[in-house]
């Protein structure tokens, strides 16, 4: 069969038609991407928070570490090597450090304390400040809420180590050698590793404020804060606990910190 021009012409019309089509419609995509990346950029990005990644915002005006301090020792040319928490810091010079899952250093003092917090460029908390860090947005008497919960935080049915290591020396076991022997906290039931309680935190985003250890403020005088993994009641109960009954130079094995700073 012979065919016209005019049938020949049907499918070339056709293929033309639909290659337009298509042209049109990868300009108007391209108009389309390129706008929407034009909007996306005009977006404003994530708030940069105004505290380093290892600490938490609190009411809008300082920093505040979102764990309990753990050390690490300083050498003479400012490298660094790991510190074991189970060690006193006594004649050393240790630099405080924030991190999950490690267990904090005990058996420091208050003047030890600061001391590691101005190695990292912070300073020790306000008593107001480390209240209100505590006691969260709501201003709750613990972390969590007014009322006390079992083993929301470091609190309930742990081990006495003192007991436990020294109880046969009566009275005796309250001296400083043994109140800070390296095996108490070492004892299954002790100190717990930061931010394994996952209950006791609040609003600001802080944990084991209550429990665990004992965190030294910034009073001269010496105030730790807060209770430890025996203890958080006969002081006060949660956030309200304070003990001033020790000089700024006192460790044991309860004793620890975390540090705060001022926004940037």
């Given amino acids: ?15 033309l038609a639909t290659l337009l089509l298509a042209a049109k419609s990868t300009s108007h995509e391209t ?21 380093p990644s290892e600490m938490e915002f609190v009411q809008g005006r300082y ?3 979102r764990y309990e301090a753990s050390t690490v020792e300083v050498r003479a040319d400012g490298t660094t090597e790991p510190h074991s928490p189970y060690v006193a810091v006594t004649g050393i010079r240790v630099r405080a450090v924030s991190r999950k899952g490690v267990v904090p250093q005990a058996y420091i003092s208050r003047n030890q304390a600061e001391g590691a917090c ?27 809420g007014n009322e006390r919960r079992d ?12 007991n436990k ?21 070492q004892q299954m039931g002790t100190v717990a590793p930061t931010g394994s309680f996952a209950n006791c935190t609040n ?32 002081n006060g109960d949660g956030c309200d606990y304070r003990t ?3 000089e700024p130079t006192y460790h044991d094995y309860s004793t620890g910190f975390r540090c705060c700073s001022d926004s940037k």
């Fill in 31 to 51: 108009r389309h991407g390129h706008a929407a990346a034009a909007a996306a950029a005009r977006r404003p990005g994530p708030a940069k928070s105004p505290c």
């Fill in 244 to 246: 001033v009954a020790h």
């Fill in 151 to 162: 083993d929301y935080c470091v609190d309930t049915n742990r081990t006495a180590p003192l």
């Fill in 165 to 185: 290591l020294f109880g046969g020396l009566g009275r005796a076991r309250y001296f400083s050698k043994p109140m800070n022997d390296p095996r108490l906290n």
């Fill in 63 to 65: 920093c505040v570490d």
């Fill in 118 to 144: 101005r190695e990292a460029g912070k300073r020790l908390c306000s008593d107001k400040e480390w209240i209100s860090a505590c006691k969260g947005p709501t201003g709750t008497r613990f972390p969590y």
């Fill in 203 to 234: 609003g600001f985003h802080v944990y084991d404020m209550v429990g665990n250890v004992h965190e030294w403020t910034a009073d001269p005088k010496g105030t730790f804060r807060g209770g430890y993994y025996l203890d958080t009641h006969i």
């Fill in 1 to 15: 069969m012979r065919l016209s021009k005019s049938d020949l012409m049907l499918p070339v019309t056709a293929l």
